[in-house]
């Protein structure tokens, strides 16, 4: 194996095991962000895309030159040569299996390069969903927990407006009833007032027949005085 395919084979089996510790279960989300987060990858960001797309690049010219070895190993003329020399029938097939094993490896290189970065993406996808879960699920707590005390004070603002109705209540009927017995005490007054009001009404017309009695007794007294005058002289 050439240097150039070492390297490739290396780098299709760190990928393999970039992409088996990405899997891992017991790894969540939200511990990758912050792995993510650590500040030699935003110093390594602005290389990023650049090194993504310059593997690519490498990777398909690989590819590509596997894919063209195999065509050339496993076309009519080479087995036209192989049937010609038949000492050329080993070595024909170690280059056509070295062929088909660089096609594999850049093929799985290239596969999984593109497969470990729409990883990572979609593991920050999930992380903010998830933070964005959790917060929204705060929120709708937080405000179920403000409606259940909105409810609770509006029950217990239901409960004083209803004590406080009944207290009114309970002083308007006793008002009623002082209204109610003071009507009563102005009518039993008003009925005296009118009785006594009568009464001296009849000890006015008492008294005037008791003055003209007496006018009438004091007139027939001089009369007798006078008469009694008259017989002594």
Known sequence: MTLQWTAVAFFLYAEIAINLILCVPFI?????????????????????????????????????????????????????????????????????????????????????WLVMRRFIIVLKQVAVATENNAALQAQMENAAKAANQHQEDNRALKQTLLGEEKVISEKNHQLKLEVESLSNQ????????????????????????????????????????????????
Request: proline share 2%; glycine share 2%.
């Open 186 to 233: 102005l009518k039993m007054a008003q009925e005296a007032v009118h009785k006594s009001h009568a009464e001296v009404e009849t000890m006015k017309s008492q008294t005037k027949g008791l003055a003209k009695e007496y006018d009438r007794l004091l007139s027939e007294h001089h009369q007798l005085q006078s008469a009694a005058d008259k017989k002594i002289h």
């Open 28 to 112: 969540s989300a939200q511990r990758w962000r912050l792995v993510f987060s650590w500040k030699i990858w935003t110093w390594l960001s602005p290389y990023w895309n650049k090194c993504f797309f310059t593997m690519i690049m490498v990777l398909i010219v690989l590819f590509l030159d596997a894919a063209r070895e195999v065509h050339k190993y496993s076309s009519p003329e080479s087995i036209q040569e192989v049937n010609v020399n038949s000492n050329l029938f080993d070595h024909l097939h170690m280059k056509l299996f070295r062929a088909q094993r660089n096609l594999y490896i850049s093929g799985f290189s290239l596969f999984l």
